[in-house]
């Protein structure tokens, strides 16, 4: 296709069917793939967008269960030690009181937000907006909230955490006697939640429904009109997808 | 050979938000915001460049205190011994915990630097038009961004053992003044990673003209 072809498309049609690469600013047409495919740019090799199955469902089941480990995780102990008969252990937010109690209020705050804070507020705007988006309820605040998930995103620390855990753990052992916490099966729990909830999550997908109002739960129709929405042409678009999904259906 | 034609030069910039591709006319001056999540459109980020440099220096000067100031402090029945991000990585080769004095050495030490070099080179190849394959340029970019916060891992570890080591006279973990550097030596290079546009590095590429 001459590139004339492509920007009087991309300019006179719709916007949606069409996204560029956010790390080299290619412009691609968007195409329908393969559940469990991902679509990477072929210029430089970008994760450009994926195909998750029933990605509300999943995600909200596993960050309802991430939030519901969050508070044995950080209430409970992770590691306890024992030495010369004295014996104390730690929980996650010991380790940040124990940093502010010795006057490091920066770093103190800092891993509150990186352990605590952020894996927290992570899980519970997205919980709110799936199950906003599983009510079908549209609301202006729910796009705000999902917008301040993006903000959120990649400081979160919970992997990194857990190494830290282990780190310590070996540091103690020709001091001590080491032993692991109730807490820390429950962190674990956490953290393949919030891990499984990346692999679950369409983005793109969520942002559809909060840009349009209509819970369509068919990953990526081939048919760029669907996004074409117009404010008041909501209903003819939520039957065109549905159809596209049973079409998608029978195919395979 | 396939046509690539980049959002800018087909007057579209994608939100950096949302990633939805929105027309948009080239000139900054004017505000002009994504229709779908109401982010600030920009073509590329706004001063991109100056920014990173910004928080790069800064977090290389941050980078020195960090490594000769001791990041914690072992009392053990009344002896203090201060030790350095370097010293407790040969601390824990001594105990003969190789795996894990690797994963410290790379993840406090290695990490953070390899990030400051690997930025300023792409830095000086977008303003110094070096012909570094873009390509490359971008997986070193990916990396750097994938990779700065396994640093926060001594940040965690002083503060577990801060918590967790506390038998008044017998045994006590105090973290250091290293400990506040280091936490904004990390934070400022996951920030330049952050500021830094990638899209730069291929907007002088043969074919997007």
């Known amino acids: 296709m001459a590139t004339s072809d492509i920007r009087q498309n991309a300019l006179h049609q719709d916007e949606g069917e069409w996204l560029a690469c956010h790390e080299c600013d ?38 309802l269960t991430g939030l519901i480990l969050f508070f044995p995780a950080v209430l409970l102990p992770i590691i306890g030690l024992d030495v010369l008969g004295m014996s104390n252990s730690a929980t996650l937010l010991a380790a940040v009181m124990a940093l502010f109690n010795e006057g490091y209020w920066w770093t103190s705050f800092l891993v509150l937000a990186c352990s605590i804070a952020v894996p927290f507020i992570e899980m519970l705007s997205l919980t709110v907006v799936l199950i906003a988006i599983s009510l079908d309820h549209y609301n ?38 080491v032993h692991i916490g109730l807490g820390l099966y429950a962190f674990i729990g956490m953290l393949l939640m919030t891990l499984l909830m990346t692999l679950s999550l369409d983005t793109e997908e969520v942002w559809e429904f909060l840009e349009q109002g209509i819970h369509a739960p068919v990953p990526h129709p081939e048919a760029g009109s669907a996004s074409t929405a117009t404010p008041n042409g909501d209903d003819q678009v939520a039957t065109e997808r549905y159809a596209l999904k049973e079409e998608g259906l029978n195919r395979r | 050979m396939m046509d690539i034609r980049s959002a800018r030069s087909l007057g579209m910039a994608s939100c950096s938000l949302c990633h939805k591709l929105c027309r948009f006319v080239d000139d900054d001056e004017i505000a002009q915001y994504c229709p779908r999540c109401g982010t600030r459109l920009h073509s590329r980020y706004p001063n991109s460049v100056v920014r990173t440099w910004a928080l790069l220096i ?11 100031y001791p990041i914690m402090v072992v009392s053990q029945l009344g002896n203090d011994t201060p030790s350095t991000i370097f010293g407790g990585v040969v601390t824990l080769v001594h105990h003969g915990a190789y795996g894990i004095a690797a994963v410290v050495f790379i993840a406090s030490l290695v990490v953070p630097f390899l990030k400051l070099i690997g930025l300023v080179i792409l830095l000086i190849k977008i303003q110094r038009g070096w012909h570094l394959n873009a390509n490359q340029c971008t997986s070193m970019y990916r990396m750097i961004e994938f990779i700065g916060r396994w640093s926060m891992l001594d940040i965690f570890v ?24 280091f936490g904004l030596t990390v934070v400022l290079t996951m920030l330049a990673a952050m500021t830094f546009d990638p899209r730069l590095i291929w907007d002088k590429e043969v074919g997007d003209e």
Request: proline share 5%; aromatic share 10%; with cysteine.
């Open chain 2, 58 to 68: 800064t977090a290389a000067i941050c980078f020195l205190p960090a490594n000769l």
């Open chain 1, 140 to 177: 202006p605040w729910v796009k705000s909230m999902f917008k301040f998930w993006h903000l959120l995103k990649g400081w979160g620390m919970l992997e990194v955490y857990l190494i830290g855990v282990l780190v310590s753990m070996v540091k103690l052992l020709d001091m001590a006697s």
């Open chain 2, 158 to 181: 002083i503060a577990l053992l801060a918590a967790l080591v506390n038998l008044g006279a017998v045994a006590r973990i105090e973290a250091g003044p290293a400990a506040t550097a």
């Open chain 1, 26 to 63: 290619a412009v691609f047409r968007k195409q329908a793939i393969d559940v469990r495919f991902d679509a990477y740019c072929p210029r430089c090799g970008c994760h450009l967008y994926a195909s998750r199955p029933d990605t509300v469902r999943r995600t909200l089941a596993l960050s």
